[in-house]
Structure formats: C-alpha cells, structure tokens
C-alpha cells in the first residue's frame, strides 16, 4: 500500500514563492518518477513535474520551466516542488504522484495519488 500526503500550500501573493512537500510512505519508487499535477477549477488535472527516484532527472511542464524546481529527498522518502514567481494562474490543487506507467506526462499513467494541496494566488 502507497500513500501520498501532501502539504505546504496556502495564500500567496503574486510573484511569491511556496514549498510543497509530498511525503511518501509504504511502497518505494526506485528507478521511477514522481511528480507533481495541479488542477485549477473548471479545468482537467495538468502535469507540473516530475523527477527520478534517484534525483538525476528532472521534468517540467512548460508553462513552469524556470519559475518551479523539484527535487527529492531519499532519506525522508518526500519530494518538494519549489514554486515560485507565482501567478494567479498557478492557483490549483496540487497533487503529488507516484510510479508511472507510460507518459508520465498523462496522469491517466500514474498509478497512486495523494489528496491535494490548495495552492491560492492573490493579485
């Protein structure tokens, strides 16, 4: 059994900075990503990030290449995503995931979730 919990979002003003955190517990994901998705109201569940197990490899969705940064921490079994210079478009539910089968772009292919973080952008 997996579970996913995520933490760390909250209220930030534009151009702002928060660090999500997604601690994994039971089953480990040696030599497959984990990632982050978000889901603004009235729209489908997006892929953010994504990154190796291992730490070597990282993977972002375009819309956030250079303002978010993941990274990983074995010995906590957690994975951060580092959000930055926010927008009001980054307001969403963030979702950590886990062992991917496939895209790891298409979160149809990722196999555990956790239940979210809200992420709220002010102007």
């Known amino acids: 059994q997996v579970h996913l919990a995520e933490s760390g979002g909250g209220l930030v003003q534009a151009g702002g900075s928060l660090r999500l955190s997604c601690e994994a517990s039971?089953?480990?994901?040696?030599?497959?990503?984990m990632g982050w998705f978000r889901q603004a109201p009235g729209k489908e569940r997006e892929f953010v990030a994504a990154?190796?197990?291992?730490?070597?490899?990282?993977f972002y969705a375009d819309s956030v290449k250079g303002r978010f940064t993941i990274s990983i921490d074995n010995a906590k079994n957690t994975v951060y995503l580092q959000i930055g210079s926010l927008k009001p478009e980054d307001t969403a539910v963030y979702y950590c995931?886990?062992?991917?089968?496939?895209?790891?772009?298409?979160?149809?292919?990722?196999?555990?979730w956790g239940q979210g973080t809200q992420v709220t952008v002010s102007s």
């Open positions: 990154i190796t197990w291992s730490g070597g490899s990282t």
């Open positions: 039971g089953r480990t994901f040696s030599n497959y990503p």
């Open positions: 995931a886990a062992d991917p089968d496939g895209d790891y772009k298409n979160r149809l292919f990722w196999g555990y």
